[in-house]
């Protein structure tokens, strides 16, 4: 069995990471090749006003996914062994602003970790980290390890995006550090449902699946999900800047003994759900 103590939970906004330097200036064709290139091999126009390289470039605002996991890293190192962490997993859904660095061996190496799986998950919309979690549950299925999730998410593009207008994410990280020695919340499961209009009948579906009563429940996720919960629900709204990291950042700030969580997510029509049992609530 999984299980996800809040304590070990840490999470951090960032307002940057680096500061641009003069000399980035002179990479600005070799970035407009790339972006143009990137559109063009998936079909679509890139206009001059929606390319948005050189303010990429100079932007004060830029922060990479591995120097914000790296300054998070210390702060859950003291609860680590190195000897059982044998996964790592990465999620996001925002583009690493540093293309091509492994964020997993980042962590990997600053914490002395050895033959580890390491993976990064994204193309999924903000569900990415709940689903990276159902993957650790399977990955350390019947072992006696531990594991780490990271999650990750940056707001600078090379083009202008309708949707990132819209999410207006921040540069956040997220680490979670996962265990089979029965501390903390035990991981139950993870759904993804098709919604109705009102969200309420995927949810109330899933607390039945999960097994769990309303008075020992917390519902942590976007407030569009939760403002259609019929009464005698105890809910928190995520902050939806947060993006993946939203729910486990609520989560490790908010958890309170003896409470269940059902952890949440929603995208285009699909809600994605995550249970997690306080172990006096197990039956």
């Given at each position: 069995?999984l299980y996800l103590d809040p304590a070990d939970i840490v999470s951090q906004?960032?307002?940057?990471?680096?500061?641009?330097?003069?000399?980035?200036?002179?990479?600005?064709?070799?970035?407009?090749?790339?972006?143009?290139?990137?559109?063009?091999?998936?079909?679509?126009?890139?206009?001059?006003?929606?390319?948005?390289?050189?303010?990429?470039?100079?932007?004060?605002?830029?922060?990479?996914?591995?120097?914000?996991?790296?300054?998070?890293?210390?702060?859950?190192?003291?609860?680590v062994q190195p000897q059982r962490v044998k996964t790592v997993l990465m999620?996001?859904?925002?583009?690493?602003?540093?293309?091509?660095?492994?964020?997993?061996?980042?962590?990997?190496?600053?914490?002395?970790?050895?033959?580890?799986?390491?993976?990064?998950?994204?193309?999924?919309?903000?569900?990415?980290?709940?689903?990276?979690?159902?993957?650790?549950?399977?990955?350390?299925?019947?072992?006696?390890?531990?594991?780490?999730?990271?999650?990750?998410?940056?707001?600078?593009?090379?083009?202008?995006?309708?949707?990132?207008?819209?999410?207006?994410?921040?540069?956040?990280?997220?680490?979670?550090?996962?265990?089979?020695?029965?501390?903390?919340?035990?991981y139950l499961g993870y759904q993804r449902l098709k919604t109705s209009a009102?969200?309420?009948?995927?949810?109330?579906?899933?607390?039945?699946?999960?097994?769990?009563?309303?008075?020992?429940?917390?519902?942590?996720?976007?407030?569009?999900?939760?403002?259609?919960?019929?009464?005698?629900?105890?809910?928190?709204?995520?902050?939806?800047?947060?993006?993946?990291?939203?729910?486990?950042?609520?989560?490790?700030?908010?958890?309170?003994?003896?409470?269940?969580?059902?952890?949440?997510?929603?995208?285009?029509?699909?809600?994605?759900?995550?249970?997690?049992?306080?172990?006096?609530?197990?039956?």
């Open positions: 069995m906004s960032f307002h940057h990471t680096e500061v641009p330097q003069p000399e980035w200036e002179t990479d600005i064709p070799h970035w407009r090749s790339y972006v143009q290139h990137f559109f063009a091999a998936n079909g679509e126009p890139l206009s001059q006003e929606n390319e948005q390289v050189n303010t990429w470039i100079t932007s004060n605002e830029r922060a990479a996914f591995s120097d914000m996991v790296a300054t998070l890293l210390p702060h859950l190192a003291p609860v999620a996001h859904w925002t583009p690493d602003l540093h293309m091509g660095s492994s964020v997993v061996n980042l962590a990997i190496h600053q914490l002395g970790l050895t033959d580890c799986l390491a993976l990064a998950i994204s193309d999924r919309g903000p569900d990415a980290a709940l689903f990276a979690l159902d993957g650790l549950s399977d990955c350390l299925q019947g072992k006696a390890e531990d594991g780490l999730l990271l999650i990750a998410e940056q707001k600078s593009l090379m083009y202008f995006s309708p949707l990132m207008a819209r999410l207006q994410p921040e540069n956040n990280a997220c680490l979670c550090l996962v265990n089979t020695q029965q501390r903390g919340l035990r009102d969200f309420s009948e995927a949810i109330l579906q899933s607390v039945e699946h999960f097994g769990f009563t309303r008075e020992r429940l917390t519902l942590i996720g976007p407030q569009n999900c939760l403002a259609s919960l019929p009464e005698g629900f105890t809910s928190l709204a995520v902050n939806p800047c947060l993006l993946c990291a939203a729910p486990f950042v609520a989560l490790g700030q908010n958890w309170q003994p003896g409470r269940d969580y059902l952890l949440m997510s929603e995208h285009n029509g699909r809600i994605s759900l995550c249970g997690l049992a306080a172990a006096e609530n197990l039956r």
